[in-house]
């Protein structure tokens, strides 16, 4: 069935350091990859999304990726603060059923 | 507007129970969606709706019933619960159909002993 794997599951980093989340996907019909933000306790959030059609998208400090090729994508946030530290979960949407990674907690150390 | 509510926020049911989570939104989304979240294992999708009347289940369905009579309610029903049914329960919608911002509910902490 359709799949999506994430890395890594946890990554710390340097406050003002990048950081780089990757996500493969397993179904060519997926189009449109959303990423979101948890912090603890608190509901899903989106940050930034992507489709099929485009490369790269930025919103600030964030950017995604996108290769269709080798079906992956991925999440770098760049100049990370203290206020970054949560899970963030990608997705896919292979003919209209979401399908989320298994997150990846990121800690941002000041 | 309120957006997308979620009742109960805690519930402990013993097994062999049932109950429905309620899941309402006031956006005029038409697309609703029902996640379970546990530990390690990211949101896995149970049952969706595209709209009013049509349903269609997810990765998880079994074990869970659910109904779209309007375009602002979408519940989630246990028809008896198990002890594997212990999760966080999350709703979101969205406006634009499935290609489409999601927004999600606050969640319903759910517990069967």
């Given amino acids: 069935g359709e799949n999506v794997e994430q890395h890594p599951s946890t990554l710390s980093v340097q406050e003002g350091d990048s950081a780089v989340i990757k996500c493969t996907y397993s179904d060519s019909a997926s189009n449109y990859f959303p990423w979101y933000k948890q912090e603890l306790g608190k509901r899903p959030q989106l940050i930034i999304d992507i489709r099929s059609n485009v490369g790269e998208k930025k919103d600030q400090r964030i950017a995604v990726t996108l290769n269709k090729t080798a079906k992956h994508f991925s999440l770098h946030i760049t100049e990370t603060q203290p206020e970054d530290s949560a899970v963030y979960f990608c997705a896919a949407l292979p003919l209209g059923k979401y399908i989320f990674g298994t997150g990846t907690r990121l800690k941002v150390l000041a | ?113």
């Fill in chain 2, 1 to 113: 507007n309120a957006g997308v509510t979620q009742t109960p926020k805690f519930q402990v049911l013993k097994t062999g129970q049932s109950m429905t989570l309620q899941c309402a939104q006031d956006m005029n989304h038409e697309y609703m969606s029902w996640y379970r979240q546990d530990p390690g294992m990211g949101l896995r999708l149970i049952h969706y709706s595209v709209g009013a009347g049509i349903t269609d289940q997810g990765e998880v369905p079994n074990g869970y019933n659910v109904s779209r009579s309007t375009t602002e309610d979408f519940p989630l029903r246990l028809l008896s619960a198990a002890p594997s049914q212990t999760s966080v329960y999350f709703c979101a919608s969205s406006y634009g159909g499935v290609v489409d911002t999601q927004y999600f509910g606050p969640g319903t902490r759910l517990t069967v002993l």
